[in-house]
Nanobody, 125 residues
Framework: QVQLVESGGGLVQPGGSLKLSCVIS???????IGWFRQAPGKEREGVNC????????HNAESVKGRFTSSADYYKNTVYLEMNNLTSEDTGVYSC???????????????????WGQGTQVTVSS
């Protein structure tokens, strides 16, 4: 059973930055990592995904140019760096793992099998 643990959330002012971490118990094969967020009263939204096979990434339009993902394979960790944050970025951020073909990842939650518990990100002055 693959386990994921997120950390790094918190309170940040508008315009600020945060870096989330997702530690994966098993980081092998064609696992891709998706980052999702859910704000109160809103549907879950996929914001970024990272393919462990070649480092390919994909961002949702809402975060393009502001969010980037990367990995430290020795630490079994994927990071989501978030810059120029706004109140619209507030929510619970979760990472998820799923098996995809080489270089592929997805922003669709249904395509992921394993989920972390989430970490709260609040953007407020």
């Amino acid at each position: 059973q693959v386990q994921l643990v997120e950390s790094g959330g918190g309170l940040v002012q508008p315009g600020g930055s945060l870096k989330l971490s997702c530690v994966i118990s098993e980081f092998s094969g064609y696992y891709s990592i998706g980052w999702f967020r859910q704000a109160p009263g809103k549907e879950r939204e996929g914001v970024n995904c990272f393919s462990s096979s070649d480092g390919n990434t994909h961002n949702a339009e809402s975060v393009k140019g502001r969010f980037t993902s990367s990995a430290d394979y020795y630490k079994n960790t994927v990071y989501l760096e978030m810059n120029n944050l706004t109140s619209e970025d507030t929510g619970v951020y979760s990472c998820a793992a799923g098996r995809f073909p080489y270089s592929f990842c997805s922003l669709k939650a249904i395509e992921y099998d394993h989920w972390g518990q989430g970490t709260q990100v609040t953007v407020s002055s």
